[in-house]
């Protein structure tokens, strides 16, 4: 079918793809619209031995890239004027019908040739290569389009949001309405990509934005921002969240550019180099100033432990430090063998973690399926093999599994977002304390240190595996005591000196507008009931 | 900001007191005294600003630089590329004195993610 020439566009890509079909062996060619190609038929469209080959040789002679020869088609590349010339006709560009990720309905571009009736294809039988040849399938735009649904998979993990919910007993928690409305939660990491995982589901998820020296606000080509932040909507699903995109180069710059929007509660599922101490670096010291100046303001600020590293700023002594641990199918717990804990040399008393989220095991950690952007480095680095060095899915799905204390990190953060909901007032130090009060102690395993848990406080796991519900309740019962938080006053205000009207800094955090009852308990009563949460009351 | 590579790094400015941060205490309750002078502060952004890198506010005793790996190159420190991919400091000689005596290091602060 001969199309008009007129208005045909050429907005050709520099080189185009297309497969050739050698002459087939049965009766009919490929392209021959009734000729129907199954299983049981698709011998019939192989060719004679050494076709392919002779016609491979005589296509890369004409000016083709041979990129792949397969039973059927040879894959090649050129530009488009290479086509015209050797195959004797015109291309032309046409903007058709395309269904984009996320389901958008929108056009795209198709190369297609004037002079057949099928779409995309080429005739060959004017050219030099009509012997060889009965047809050229020019490639087709294809988008990758990501499933909102996780691959299933055969070996433990945890799928999000429920595993992820259930292992840190925040279904209770959203069950009573504690779903981290009202709160804003900030996550400093590499990226974050609108996957259907998050659309469909309806979380709230503003345009992420840049750190300085970040670009690509849309894409995450590392993927880790992307699948980490599952982590914090399994733990608080109706939060209010943003991606700062940070360079790094400059993570501090990226942390200040998060602390700027003024969240309540910030995720930082990374580490500066050189954690181990003994001093500080000029980067460090930048980097634990800005931490100390968020965390006055009165942003709640978690950091992954590391995973074998000495994480920094995650040994701050300002911060939630996330260690990890390890949810056995049966519901065992033990120490992530993967996660950090240790003494820190940098701040004299600091012992890291302050407690633990899910982090899965050596060798890789491929614990948790995320969602992740199709044929992102995650998805290409994890996939295929099996599992636990790899994770069995394949490399453009959209699906990776991983974990690591960056993903204990979010799921800490995501419930320091149910306590500022059921207690706005909490200040960073009290979420800290009821987070490491109300944790599940873990008693068994080695974290990635070498150490061993214990009962009690140690450094396998810190406190523990983050409890929820518990805290939850232990937050709802503090904010019926007095309002200490007031007491704080002036000193929570922190800024450049002489800067009096700074608008972005120097203004405390205001916590969300959840009305919160105060002062219907005495402090006394408080403890009390406090200890009888902990079960510190049995031991008095 | 446009054109090449690009690269971001801290300034660090001193506290308003003129003491050094190198011992000092990098934590909620003592940050405030590390609070850097006002109008120094802007000084030195400003100083950055005219010679085309993207500055940000200061926030805790630090604001960001950010422009093209060549500005970097030509403005501040020959090595600033080889320096970003190591980590490290980058020199301060081409500074005024009135923005060096403000500003205690330029450094790079390269990290990476826990997966």
Known sequence: MARARKNDRRDFPKVVFAQASPRSIGPNSLFETDAEVTHDSVADFTSEAGLPEEASARLTDAGFEVLQVSPVTINIAAPATVYERVFETELYTDERPALKPRRRRDTAAVIDCVDTAMSGLVDPSRSALADVLEGIAIEEPAYPLENAFAPLKEYWHLRVPGDVSLGLNADRVHRAGITGRGVKVVMTDSGWYRHPYFVERGYRATDPVLGPGAANPAGDESGHGTGESANVFAAAPDVDFTMVKVSFVNTTGGFNAGAALNPHVMSNSWTVRGGEGPGMSAAHRAAAAAVAAAVVRGIVVAFAAGNGQFGFPGQHPDVIAAGGVYLEANGNMRASSYASGFVSRIFPGRNVPDLSGLVGLVPSAAYIMLPVQAGDQIDRATSGGSHPARDETTSRDGWAAFSGTSAACPQVAGVCALLKQACPRLRPSDVRDILKRTARDVTTGRNAMGEQAAPGYDLATGAGLVDAHRAVLMARVRCLGPDESALAGPSAVVGVRGDAASPRFGEPVMPPSVPAPSGALAAEEVAALEAYLTGEEENR | ?115
């Open chain 2, 1 to 115: 900001v446009s054109g090449g590579e690009l690269l971001s790094a801290q300034v660090v400015l001193r506290p308003a007191t003129g003491a050094s941060t190198a011992d000092a205490e990098l934590t909620a309750r003592a940050i405030e005294r590390l609070a850097p002078d006002k109008a120094a502060a802007d000084a030195a952004r400003a100083w950055f600003e005219r010679r085309g890198m993207e500055v940000s506010e200061v926030a805790g005793n630090s604001f960001s630089i950010t422009g093209a790996t060549e500005l970097f190159e030509r403005e501040l420190d020959a090595r600033a590329s080889s320096i970003a991919e190591q980590g490290g400091e980058l020199s301060t000689a081409s500074l005024p004195d009135e923005v060096s005596a403000t500003v205690e290091a330029i450094t790079f602060t390269p990290g990476e993610a826990l997966r």
